[in-house]
């Protein structure tokens, strides 16, 4: 049961000039399920991503990366669902290669022009004869209408399509952004943590666009956690048509580009944290706030800690301000100098610990009252600097065990 | 239930000439259980220990780390178990000081000649009160021949009581150790992880000891991890009564040290598997070779990764053999320039992975009969140096978030 977390109306998703989406049912995992999502992008689209950092990282991103900083433009983007193509060689890179030759022979474009995207089970064959198969399902089915039915398309074991979409004035000019995000599990950020892909009409030149796509993964995929598991597929891209009409942006300090920048970055934000909502077995959303200390790293550092405990997480599954857990993840979140007489922990607006301990203010019933929401907002004071960071992390219930001792079978 | 571990029999573990232990029941945290120790010493005895790096390191642990750095020799340890007097504050060192000086006065000694230690729960006031009230009665209990009982009375969330002894001859004299540990969470590695108490009437000088306590704890408990968190109140310490008769050893040459070393280490690597096979909610003992590995750390990097990856423990759980999540966690393990093309994964005998996907000659089956069984080796080779670190750990099952979401309550 998702916290808190809707699934999307398909009449709030708004089409972004330039963009269409076309799904199929390729039976890759299951018979008739929606696990295939081809995007069309009309020319001139510019696009930038960032990709996981694990060194087992799947084949589609590696075929991604290197397609994605070659010469042509990229026309079009696969999905797939049901299998991640990931540890499987050089199979999986001849894979992820013909099904973009596939696709490119359909679109009448190179196959350097397609980035190949995969989620679901690891060390997998990919079925790629079915998904070639299913490509003209998918390639006949293109509309800029079908963000619903491709948020749908992208899901593994998330238990809510993830979809939002904003309209900011932009030189005069409505654009229009629409996101989608999928991910429930192995999610733990340094790199984008699952997929998503966010799409404008406005438009940015190529260079300010992969500044910002940088930028707004750090400040929302990057700051969230589920289980600390880094997974091998995760991506995030950003795609910028320029069909908005208005003239190209190619300078940060353009007026109405700040603007942009708030919207693309709050739609970013709000599918980062509809990924925790929906965590495998999640009943709490959780935010840890991490303030005055020396660096926002170290800030990080005692928020992640706190993030992947699992003692931290199950007592919160469980209500009970078993508040001592959080002092320990701090205590040995790696900040080697840290006084913790100095550390203020708050749950909610309550005081908790003060003077490396138990506040003399603090009365269990107050713990227990804001442990017993399902929203729950945690603050560490550490009390030595000016650098603070923020993320969102979910409880870690009987659920999410039976989710993935059960994934597979 | 604990994986293929017994509890000791009585009569199995010897005592130790110059150790004497006595139990009491002081209802630290529920009536009627034993919950207090006294382990008395007697004179010139060499003691040395390693503790927790958590910065919340408890009370108890600060004022046993300046009482073993001061000039007066360590007459006694007294242990509670059901409040870990951590996240306490100066409440808490004041609590610790008193304990220790109640002590000193029934032993007729000084307070700084007392090591304190507690386990439990943090951040609640311990009850110091019934601990000094009660320690007249373990007093009277002093024994050499209360080791099972002694075993007992520091478990918390321990269902089986841990110890082991053993013989060995050193200067032609037979020489005894007897160890004990508790510990089910809160385990990972990086300061003893638990609660150990290791003595032997072998006589050793205070300097080899204290080199001794270190190389054992990182053969051992620092090889251990249960959920990855660092314990407030971890203590490894090792004492030399030196009352076995034979002349002292102070030099690590000494034709019969290895010998001696090589038993004590034994006995602390039993005990620290106890802790995983008694692991909270375990139901597989999982060992972790990596071998070929370009250094002993980086080695140790993929072993935890594997170890904490919540869905790797949930595979293991469920006897699934979704071994794709452990070349995962091998591939965000932080081995920056690993080529994962020469990674080679087996589990058992069996070898799973290769060339960076799933080996031609992997069977289901075969992944599947291993995962079946209780006691499971995984072994990666890295096949990029000469170094390799073994590690252990155990799955992450349902009663994990049973026992961690109901302990306080």
């Known amino acids: 049961m998702p916290v808190d977390l809707s699934p999307p109306l398909k009449e709030e998703l708004l089409p972004v000039h330039g963009v269409s989406l076309g799904i199929a049912k390729a039976g890759i995992k299951r018979p008739d399920r929606r696990d295939l999502l081809v995007i069309q992008l009309e020319e001139h689209a510019q696009i930038a991503g960032v990709f996981t950092q694990n060194r087992f990282c799947a084949a589609p991103v590696a075929v991604a990366k290197a397609h994605l900083s070659g010469p042509l433009p990229i026309r079009a983007l696969v999905i797939n669902t049901g299998n991640a193509n990931a540890g499987t060689g050089q199979d999986g890179l001849d894979h992820a290669e013909a099904t973009c030759a596939a696709l490119a022979k359909l679109l009448d474009c190179q196959p350097q022009q397609i980035l190949p995207f995969s989620t679901g089970v690891i060390m997998e064959p990919l079925p790629v004869d079915r998904i070639i198969e299913h490509l003209p399902v998918a390639v006949a089915d293109l509309s800029p209408d079908n963000w619903f039915a491709a948020a749908h398309a992208i899901m593994t074991t998330d238990t809510v399509a993830k979809s939002v979409s904003r309209q900011v004035v932009v030189d005069g000019v409505a654009v229009t952004i629409t996101g989608m995000a999928k991910g429930s599990g192995m999610i733990h950020p340094n790199m984008a943590t699952m997929l998503g892909f966010i799409a404008t009409d406005a438009n940015i030149s190529q260079i300010l ?49 700040g603007r942009l920048r708030t919207v693309i970055m709050e739609i970013a934000v709000l599918l980062a944290q509809m990924i925790v909502r929906d965590g495998e077995g999640a009943t709490k959303f959780i935010t840890i706030k991490v303030e005055k200390g020396r660096t926002r790293e170290e800030c990080n550092k005692a928020a992640f800690a706190i993030a992947h405990s699992p003692l931290v997480k199950t007592a919160f599954f469980a209500s009970d301000p078993n508040l001592g857990r959080i002092l320990a993840a701090i205590g040995y979140a790696g900040i080697d100098d840290l006084d913790v007489a100095h550390v203020h922990l708050y749950l909610g607006d309550v005081l908790v610990a003060e003077n490396g301990g138990r506040a ?13 929401s399902s929203e729950i907002t945690m603050r560490v004071v550490l009390n030595r600097g000016e650098a603070a960071a923020t993320i969102w992390t979910c409880d870690l219930s009987y659920d999410y065990v039976k989710i993935n001792a059960e994934y597979r079978s």
């Open 209 to 257: 666009l992969r500044s910002l796509v940088k930028m707004v993964a750090d400040c929302s995929f990057n700051c969230i956690t589920v289980d600390g598991d880094t997974s091998t597929n995760d991506a995030l891209i950003l795609i910028a048509t320029g069909q908005a009409g208005h003239a190209p942006i190619s300078d940060a300090d353009h007026p109405d580009f």
């Open 360 to 372: 003399t203010s603090y009365r269990e019933e107050d713990g227990q009252r804001i442990m017993r």
